[in-house]
């Protein structure tokens, strides 16, 4: 994975003291263009690594450099190892490296500082896994993260929820993105950036052809373009009768139509009243329904017809036994 492989190329800068890129790349196996991005990572990230010119140049560390874990503060120390970064290691595949990154980290930390993380991890607890015991995992991440890693196109046949359309498409992806429950690629389709959850992609091949990656690209900048851009799009409020005891279950099954924030007022003994503004009625239905008397849609009339018309479907297709 891309980590190992710059702690590789530091280690090796170390032991040398200067390596050229093509040597790099032949130790790491990796190309040398992608050395070059290792090296821009690196330095971006604060490493002093600089290239030397000339015969007998190449890349190298500035002197004296050595990464000292005791320069972290406590709170980083805390937060490296409270955090909850081991649920995504799990789901990419570094599970097993991330606790072995810890325990090296661990035991190179000052007595005090490791006491002061044993007391925040015996007071903080992050079960990624939730009230079930265990958290779904994409059935394709870890094939799309190696897709990433090495920079290779995809060819998949993905299906979009809202729309329900599904179709074959050829995508360059950038990169992966954990947004609350729930994984997205960010890939461009035709030149044109888009996001793709993770557990819609019904089936992937990763080709042998090189993804096209801007120069420069800022993953997380993309994603939150891509994100206030979906946020914007046309939507219609709805107003929900729910009981109180419910609310919060309504409220979270919301959340994949949602295209703004929820009001919430009372509405009597029991109930509640929710409004917000929704990007799809079918959606919103098809969610609401199965709350039976519990969740009440009270508009917009639209709404209110489609869940009479889910209904009758429902009727439908479950008729009831013929009495003897």
């Known amino acids: 994975m891309r980590t190992e492989r710059l702690l590789q190329l530091v280690g090796l800068l170390r032991a040398h ?32 690594v600089y290239a030397e010119r000339g015969r007998g140049g190449g ?29 995504v290691a799990d789901a990419l595949g570094m599970g097993q490296d991330y606790a072995a990154a810890l325990r090296k980290l661990a035991t190179g930390l000052p007595q005090r500082r490791t006491g002061d993380i044993g007391h925040a991890l015996e007071r903080v607890v992050v079960d ?18 190696a897709a990433v890693e090495a920079d290779r196109r995809i060819r998949a046949v993905y299906r979009a929820a809202s729309s329900g ?24 389709h035709r030149g044109r950036p888009h996001t793709y959850r993770v557990d819609r ?35 219609m409020p709805v107003t929900l009768r729910v009981r109180a005891d419910q ?25 509640v009243l929710l409004r917000a503004p929704v990007g799809s009625l079918r959606g919103l239905v098809g969610m609401m329904a199965g709350f039976g008397s519990w969740v009440q ?12 018309e889910v209904a009758r479907e429902v009727l439908e297709a479950h008729p009831a036994e013929p009495t003897s």
Do not use: I, K
């Open 128 to 145: 990624p896994g939730g009230w079930s015991g265990s958290r779904h995992q994409p059935a394709r991440l870890r094939e799309l993260m």
């Open 59 to 87: 890349y190298t560390l500035l002197p004296g450099y050595r990464p000292d874990v005791e320069e972290l503060t406590d709170a980083e120390s805390r937060a490296l190892f409270v955090a909850g970064g081991a649920g």
């Open 17 to 48: 003291g200067r390596l050229s890129a093509t040597e790099l790349a032949r130790r790491l196996e990796v190309s040398r263009r992608t050395v070059m991005r290792d090296v821009e990572a690196l330095s971006l990230a604060g490493v002093p």
């Open 165 to 188: 359309w599904s179709g074959r498409r050829t995508l360059d992806p950038w990169g992966l993105v954990l947004a609350g429950q729930s994984w997205y690629l960010v890939a461009a």
């Open 201 to 235: 992609f019904e089936r992937l091949e990763v080709l042998d052809a090189q993804a096209r990656r801007p120069a420069g690209l800022d993953l997380l900048a993309t994603w939150h373009e891509l994100r206030d851009t979906w946020q914007q799009r046309p939507s």
């Open 247 to 271: 609310a919060y279950l309504a409220r979270r099954q919301l959340a994949m139509v949602l295209r703004g924030p929820v009001e919430r007022t009372d509405d009597g003994p029991g109930h």
């Open 297 to 308: 849609v009270v508009e917009p009339p639209e709404a209110v017809a489609l869940m009479r």
